[in-house]
């Protein structure tokens, strides 16, 4: 399984803790600006025609609008083959999930098959029960 490169992964991390340890706090202002610098990373990467899948589903992760998850997860997915190793289960989970808010059920067995057999083979135990509890 591929890891993101460090400095991206290290970068990322910084940010989603502050995002959430604002957000645990409550302090709304201080979450934003976090949000705003994990958006300006992702633009600054896709600026440069780099853009990383695990940044991809990073900012969706934390994106509030439910159709703007799908659409970053989608594009997470298709970024992720020029990526070999590159994790998709947790990227199906996060779109099944933000399909089941928007109440879009279509494709939500079909990636969270998918996901499951995924997450199987890497013997990932939380997404798995994760996965089960979204099929019932």
Same mark, same amino acid.
């Given at each position: 399984? %591929?890891?993101?490169?460090?400095?991206?992964?290290? !970068?990322? @991390?910084?940010?989603?803790? $502050?995002?959430?340890?604002?957000?645990?706090?409550?302090?709304?202002? %201080?979450?934003?600006?976090?949000?705003?610098?994990? !958006?300006? @990373?992702?633009?600054?990467? $896709?600026?440069?025609g780099a853009v990383d899948p695990f940044l991809t589903e990073a900012l969706a992760d934390f994106e509030d609008d439910p159709t703007r998850r799908v659409e970053l997860y989608r594009l997470s997915l298709l970024q992720s083959p020029a990526f070999s190793g590159e994790p998709l289960y947790t990227k199906r989970i996060g779109l099944a999930e933000s399909l089941i808010e928007l109440g879009d059920l279509a494709d939500v067995p079909t990636l969270l098959s998918e996901a499951r057999i995924e997450a199987a083979e890497v013997s990932d135990e939380f997404e798995l029960e994760h996965i089960d509890a979204l099929l019932r």
């Open positions: 399984m %591929r890891a993101p490169p460090k400095s991206l992964y290290s !970068r990322v @991390l910084d940010i989603a803790t $502050a995002i959430t340890s604002a957000s645990e706090v409550g302090d709304t202002e %201080r979450q934003a600006h976090a949000m705003d610098q994990l !958006r300006a @990373l992702y633009e600054s990467h $896709a600026a440069a």
